[in-house]
């Protein structure tokens, strides 16, 4: 079982849709998670950072973190042709030294307009 | 704030050929993380510097090698190139610290492409 499986795509929805990203992980020493925008050939963006179960609002994203069910996801609500990109979530534990950033491999959406 | 910046964006080399790459980090991060990203793949972990050493490496083969240097900016250098080692290079920087706000950041990327 990899350390963190993402749903994999492609996503093709119509503008103003919701969209649900989500990943699972193994490791239960993660403690730190992360999603990323990347556009084509460009470097992720870092979009959402939280540290705790529970759900964190920025604007029309909703990251969501269920620790018991090592399951994270990404809300986009009225998602727009700009959010095509492909979003990768990430995770670490609470002690940098040892401890890489784990990065899943990425769902690529297509909002359509 | 400026973010992390990395030289050269573009790069054409052949085979067999030597190339360094260059990182800025963000100020006063100290950690330097290098990630390679072939096309329409996912992100695989290079290497891990922080406070001038390296701290953690990728599954890559020796001819990967970096280094931190005492401003916290880093060199990726790769010798004798390989078709396969055609990639967007990543670099990122973080605190270091370990502390809940600590995660990483991205540079821009370079495209490298061997012929």
């Known amino acids: 079982q990899k350390e963190v499986e993402q749903d994999p795509g492609p996503l093709s929805v119509p503008e103003g849709a919701i969209v649900s990203l989500n990943c699972t992980y193994s490791n239960s020493a993660f403690q730190y998670f992360m999603w990323y925008r990347q556009y084509s050939r460009k470097g992720p963006e870092l979009l959402m950072y939280t540290y705790s179960s529970g759900n964190k609002e920025d604007g029309r994203f909703t990251a969501q973190v269920d620790k018991s069910s090592k399951y994270i996801s990404l809300f986009i609500r009225d998602s727009q042709p700009s959010d095509s990109a492909t979003y990768l979530c990430?995770?670490?534990?609470?002690?940098?030294?040892?401890?890489?950033?784990?990065f899943g491999p990425g769902t690529r959406l297509s909002v359509l307009p | 704030e400026a973010g992390v910046t990395q030289s050269p964006t573009h790069l054409i080399k052949t085979r067999g050929q030597q190339v360094t790459l260059r990182c800025s980090p963000i100020s006063g991060h100290t950690s330097v993380y290098w990630y390679q990203q072939a096309l329409g793949l996912g992100l695989q972990f290079l290497l891990w510097y922080d406070e001038g050493e390296e701290r953690n490496r990728g599954n890559f083969p020796p001819r990967f090698s970096g280094r931190q240097f005492p401003n916290y900016s880093s060199e990726l250098n790769v010798n004798a190139l390989e078709l396969e080692d055609s990639a967007l290079y990543l670099c990122?920087?973080?605190?270091?610290?370990?502390?809940?706000?600590?995660?990483?950041?991205f540079g821009p990327g370079t495209r490298l492409t061997v012929l």
């Open positions: 990122a920087s973080s605190l270091g610290t370990g502390g809940r706000t600590d995660t990483q950041y």
């Open positions: 990430a995770m670490r534990g609470l002690d940098n030294y040892g401890q890489n950033f784990v």
